[in-house]
């Protein structure tokens, strides 16, 4: 029996919720951003009628007003945006026990097992908790209904906003093979260019390459998505319960002002590789690998990453490491931007303390003093605040979550 997967997707959500309280310009372009006096000023949402002067999330505030000189703009308020997100998952989990969040206002459910306490019919059921949460929130949802993850997703993205789709066995083909491979869930800009070049422009085409010259082209993920393609996606909804692996640890920035020494870029550096490190102890996970993205004025970002000769999270090391892939990115004095670091090939306590030994057997000596010094650092952070102690260099005027 196929499977009964709802995504619902919560339309322009940060602009959607802001505008609760101002119902005076729900018919006016409004955009949330940041502040519009500093260079964190981006757009990080924005309502329908925004949309059709073609503003675009992660612009700056200036591109935006260029479209459209009329824009309004709201400050963000994130705190509320989780408690909405709350409020909306917690009508989610009424109807199923797997309701797997995405991001903060996106979640699929799979109702396979629930669907007949509530009639039996899946778009009815999808109609009922749109209405349900503009009833109860002010806020509506497009949802999209399939017997997959991928087709649920591309039918919240089918008709935007306030609408049900359905992707079903005899309609897929139709509706899904015709669209821009781009719209195929994890196919990015990247994915999207390298497609391009051997002619794949609709997920339709992408389907019809062979599974081989996909592995062969994009490795893992060629094979990934040739399944996504032909509607051959089994991967199970979770439910926001059970907690999923940590894969990353990261931490990123935007600088008041665009850093063009080393010296800069190094205290930029050893700031981030600070948070990192000290959220592994927290989370008990030491990093095998770093990974480093570097954006420059123009919002061009470009990353690298590598192994770590052993699995480590200390400040010391994960600053070394990071710094020597941002001069493989970067060269002096080219403005940077925004940097982000990320700790990858995550492993636990004992698994690492076990390869490092393998690696070299007098790891363990040598960091014992850098140990010792970072967890005195966290025990002063524990009792008298984050910002108590800071490693090597002044903290930057705003940290922010990794780059989207």
């Known amino acids: 029996m196929d499977r009964i997967i709802l995504h619902c997707d919560l339309n322009s959500f940060y602009a959607s919720v802001e505008l609760l309280d101002h119902p005076e310009l729900r018919d006016r372009p409004v955009a949330v951003c940041g502040d519009p006096n500093s260079r964190h000023g981006i757009i990080l949402a924005k309502n329908e009628p925004a949309k059709r002067y073609k503003v675009q999330t992660a612009e700056t505030i200036w591109q935006a007003k260029k479209k459209c000189p009329n824009l309004v703009l ?18 989610y989990d009424e109807y199923t026990d797997l309701a797997e969040s995405f ?17 039996g019919d899946a778009k009815a059921l999808a109609n009922a908790i749109r209405q ?53 869930l994890y196919v990015g800009g990247a994915a999207q260019k390298l497609l391009g070049q051997y002619g ?31 509607g051959l996606d089994s991967a199970p909804v979770r439910s926001r319960l059970d907690a999923e692996p940590v894969k990353s640890i990261g931490n990123g920035t935007t600088f008041p002002e665009n850093l063009t020494t080393r010296t800069q870029v190094q205290s930029g550096i050893a700031v981030l590789a600070d948070s990192v490190a000290t959220r592994l102890r927290r989370e008990g996970l030491y990093a095998g690998g770093i990974q480093v993205t570097v954006r420059d004025p123009a919002f061009h970002d470009r990353s690298r990453q590598k192994q770590l000769p052993a699995p480590t999270h200390l400040i010391l090391d994960l600053t070394n490491a990071a710094m020597a892939l941002t001069e493989e990115l970067w060269t002096p004095p080219a403005p940077i931007r925004a940097l982000t670091v990320t700790a990858i090939h995550l492993s636990p306590d004992g698994e690492a303390y076990e390869q490092a030994d393998l690696f070299d057997p007098t790891a363990g000596q040598r960091n014992a003093r850098q140990e010792k010094l970072e967890s005195a650092m966290d025990a002063i952070r524990k009792k008298y605040g984050g910002d108590a102690i800071v490693y090597g260099a002044a903290r930057p005027e705003k ?5 989207p």
């Open 103 to 119: 991001g903060i206002d996106e979640s699929w459910l799979d109702v396979t097992n629930t669907l007949h306490l509530f009639g």
């Open 200 to 230: 794949v422009k609709t997920i339709g085409q992408l389907a019809a390459c062979k599974r081989e010259t996909l592995e062969t082209l994009m490795g893992k993920m060629g094979d990934q998505l040739y399944e996504y393609a032909n």
């Open 74 to 91: 709201l400050p963000a308020h994130h705190k509320l945006y989780r408690e909405y997100s709350n409020k909306v998952n917690a009508i």
């Open 399 to 403: 940290e922010e979550d990794p780059l």
């Open 132 to 184: 349900r949460v503009k009833r109860e929130l002010g806020l509506t949802l497009s949802v999209g209904v399939s017997f997959n993850k991928v087709f649920a997703k591309l039918g919240s993205d089918y008709k935007k906003p306030d609408a049900t789709t359905v992707i079903s066995r005899e309609n897929w083909r139709s509706i899904v093979w015709p669209l821009p491979v781009g719209d195929l």
